[in-house]
């Protein structure tokens, strides 16, 4: 590294450049006391690796794998995946000299690091077309059983939201690889949060990225209860004085499926079944096209032109539907031709929009104004096709769901005293506790539509259209055109309104169905 870099003195910038305080570190092979100061979230890149499934790791139970044992141990392992800890995120020969780069000094000592770099196993580098098939998967997720009733909410112009929604996110997945780009040790969405606005930036966008992912735990259990109690719409159960309906019981079964995978430490049966994500979103697809074609439901022509007032609900629908981004920098530095990251991007934006497209038209002209928030939930039981759909629409989930609270589970493990990081049966209790939670908000707030609207309005705004734009100009500030700053931030500008509008009516619309 001192070859590399023509230094053995690591300089770096800690804060922001209001309050710039500079440290010269010495990286001396002796030096073994040093300390190394890790930011928090240090197993953010390899824990969303595990949920993408593009590396999935070896499997084990909560009682195995001790080489994965606690978070600190998993943070030594993915230092490499997050950067270099005796150099600065952002270098500083690629900035102008009147500009003071926001970076993170860690001290660690030249041998201790060189030794546990080698220990590293290899990344898996995905081709071009791997690369293509990641990204589909992530951006083809259950927001497409919405786009139907999304269409019925704010009438057929709407469809022009979903354009303009896929430019636009598309777009600022080309500003998260251009951030990326600015310096090698840049390699997830934290990292560039960090090196736009210091270890506050790191950690107000992980924070968010976990709440993005928590909210989906959510979608993924509520989906689930929607549809196992339309098939068992009978079913209910007396306890000690109580009464649950269908819903309540289909919910705790649903809890009970979930939880075992949830124990798992390390997902990679998980992980490679989740891959067919795709597949079994055209299998579910295959199903409702059937039941229109086949089953002789058929297609009928009508429905508003647009409906202004329900305009907000549909940008929260919409944006759920291209809410990928917190993958885009995995997805990246996986490639083996990283520069080929925006055709992937243009690519699978295009198959996704058309797939929602598609969807959203056939499933409005299907059913009409009798949509409802999953169209899985419209077609009759009584059809193969309805059943086979509904049953695809419950399993999923089961897969989905362990791999996506991993990453929460490990920032949480992360944070617990050193003494408690080794414990299994505390591990068991924060992911036992983590479902629970899910389980409470989905019996609290069962609204499937509505629910997808707020995370698609709040988060996936601030994550897929807000963060990329003012990351971008705060890193690249200084050299960027004047056109450049006006459409980003004018992006900027279209985001927050969006997110204002859209989170004002999806709360709105929860509290008038609570009433």
Known sequence: MEEEYGLDHAIGIVGTDDEAQTYCCHADEDDDDNIIN????QTYRRSMDMFTGMTPPSISFLTGSPALSSPYKRSQLSLP?????????MSTTSLDKEEVPTTLTLRLSTSSFKSSYSELPQQQKCSFSQSVLNAINVLCGIGILSTPYAIKEAGWWSLSLLVIFGIITCYTGILLQRCLESSPRLRSYPDIGQAAFGIAGRICIAAILYMELYSSCVEYLIMMCDNLSALYPNAHLDFAGMHLDSYYVCSIISTLVILPT????DLSLLSYISVGGVLTLAL???CLLWV???DGIG????????????LPVTVGLFGFCYGSHSVFPNLYSSMNEPNRFPSVLIISFITAGLLYM????????????AIKSQFTLNMPVNFVASKVAAWTVVIAPVTKYALTITPIVFSIEELLPSVHQESRSVSILVRTMLVISTLVITLAVPYFGSMMALIGSFLVMLVAVIFPCICYLRINQGRL????????MFIVLVGVICAIAGTYSAVTDIMEKKA
């Not at 949830?262 to 430490?265: A, I, P």
């Not at 055109?481 to 980003?488: A, E, G, H, L, R």
């Open 284 to 286: 579910v697809v295959i």
């Open 299 to 310: 297609f009928h022509p009508g429905g508003t032109p647009l409906a202004f007032s329900n």
């Open 81 to 89: 995946d997050e950067f270099t800890p005796t150099q600065p995120l």
């Open 292 to 294: 229109g074609v086949v």
């Open 38 to 41: 890790h930011a928090w979230p």
């Open 358 to 369: 598609g969807v959203g038209i056939c499933g409005y002209l299907m059913f009409g104004e």
């Open 481 to 488: 055109t004047k056109y450049q700053i006006v459409v980003n």
């Open 262 to 265: 949830v124990w798992l430490r």
